[in-house]
């Protein structure tokens, strides 16, 4: 490899960090996805009929909030 071919994945590195990062930041964004989680454990929750099964899933699906 070439200094010109690191410095091309160097670069693509960099940009995929800084979205990674730009993402984690985005209040907005995380404000939906964990509103959004949560609908989805309240509604594993209502499922009566899973017992334990659908319990670790709601306990999953909150796991997962930023």
């Known amino acids: 490899m070439s ?3 690191l410095n091309i ?5 960099g940009w995929r960090k800084r979205q990674m990062i730009q993402r ?3 209040p907005i ?3 939906i ?5 949560e609908e989805i454990a309240k ?4 499922m009566k ?4 099964t659908t319990a670790g899933f ?3 699906v909150r796991s997962m909030k930023r």
């Open 33 to 37: 996805r964990n509103d959004t989680l």
């Open 43 to 46: 509604e594993f929750d209502a």
């Open 49 to 52: 009929n899973g017992g334990d």
């Open 29 to 31: 964004t995380n404000k």
């Open 9 to 13: 994945w160097e670069k693509a590195l």
């Open 58 to 60: 709601a306990i999953y």
């Open 24 to 26: 984690q930041l985005d």
């Open 3 to 5: 200094e010109l071919d």
